[in-house]
């Protein structure tokens, strides 16, 4: 009898642990198989999912991490890490606290949240899922985490975009506003002025005048309709550009006859710079543009100017043909340089009720430049005046 619990209890110490479960416990083994391959099942679907999963206990320290987790966060289960160590709240306790209290009365939980990688501390937007539960015979919380920063992204451009429409709204409305006044201003000067010669008595001086106020007025109203179809031709691309052989400095010495008589009349000086000879300025470019931008420029400076002097010409830098108009006027200030490119804006409600305008010129003088394929800025300071400038490539035609 001895010799055969000898012989037993031999065979059993030669046997491993599986094959003595399958020898003597086969149900048990099976079980213990089946919950093996459901454990690898639970963990290939927890790994696979998108979404980060922390389960951590009731003094935050952190029990599991998912893989997705691990790369949210940049870390691992052995860094021995704290809920706490990872919010970027300053009053993350105090926070944590509360919904875990909710959490513990089986209110699930929806946070946003901004959490903090493991050593780069980069911040994150998360929304985060809060349930609590038992697991591995404790009572844990289960946290799943979803990465927000496309999502944030995307809300901020949204914001912006917004912020743009509502901008370009309120601009239209005020572009509208002063559109109506800068329409009705001429108009009310050529009705008035014409009932006026219909007078047979009418004195041939003031027959002359008053026929010189109709035009001029009349001048006025149709440079406000030439910017709107224009400005509504280059919205809808349909502007292009036609390159012919001009001479740059007889162009800039016609508009400089042209606006003597206006510097003249108003007390100002007026000055013109040429860089080349009159043969090297002969180049291909768009006559017509160049001229709508120079004068879109010449008049905002005489607009904004009150006394002083004017300067305008160009030089040659890099290649480039650097034109440039100078004034000792108003000035911009530094937050409008570059907004006031931007169609229906103007430097100021302030610049707007006192100096009129469509808001059109500089629109008009960017889109042109930019169809040029060059640049235009302006240098400013407020009370001392403006310089504009814009490029044009210098394509010499000798």
Known sequence: MEDKWINDRNKII??????????????????????????KNLDAIINSTSDGIIIHDI??????????????????????LTVMDISAAQNNIEILSDIWNKVRNNNTQTIEWIVLQN????????????????WNGLNVFVAVL?????????????????KKAEESAHLKTAFLQNMSHEIRTPMN??????????????????????????????????????DILTISTLQTKQDKVYLESININQLLS???????????????????????????????????KIIQILTNLLNNAFKFIHEGSIEFGYRLIDGDIVFY??????????????????????????VMSNYGGTGLGLAISKEFVDLLGGKIWVESDVNKGSTFYFTIKYIPVN
């Open 14 to 39: 030669g046997l491993g642990e599986n094959s003595l479960r399958k020898s003597y416990y086969p149900e048990l083994q099976n079980k213990i198989e089946e919950l093996e391959a459901s454990r």
């Open 59 to 80: 003094s935050g320290k952190i029990l599991f991490l998912n893989k997705p987790a691990e790369l949210l966060l940049n870390a691992e289960l052995g860094d021995n």
């Open 119 to 134: 050593k780069t501390r980069k911040e994150i937007p998360v929304q985060i899922s809060i349930n609590n539960t038992f």
């Open 146 to 162: 979803r990465d927000f920063t496309v999502r944030k992204e995307y809300e901020e451009k949204l914001l912006e975009a917004k």
């Open 189 to 226: 000067s050529i009705v008035g002025f014409s009932e006026l010669l219909n007078n047979s008595d009418l004195l041939p001086e003031k027959r002359k005048k008053f026929t010189s106020i109709i035009i001029e007025n009349a001048n006025q109203l149709l440079s406000i309709v030439n």
């Open 254 to 288: 016609d508009l400089l006859i042209i606006y003597e008589k206006q510097a003249f009349s108003r007390h100002l000086s007026i000055q013109l710079h040429q860089a080349l000879s009159d043969q090297e300025s002969v180049v291909f470019t768009d006559k017509t």
């Open 325 to 350: 108009v100078t004034d000792s006027g108003i000035g911009i200030p530094e937050e409008m340089q570059t907004r006031i490119f931007d169609r229906f804006m103007q430097a100021s409600d302030f």
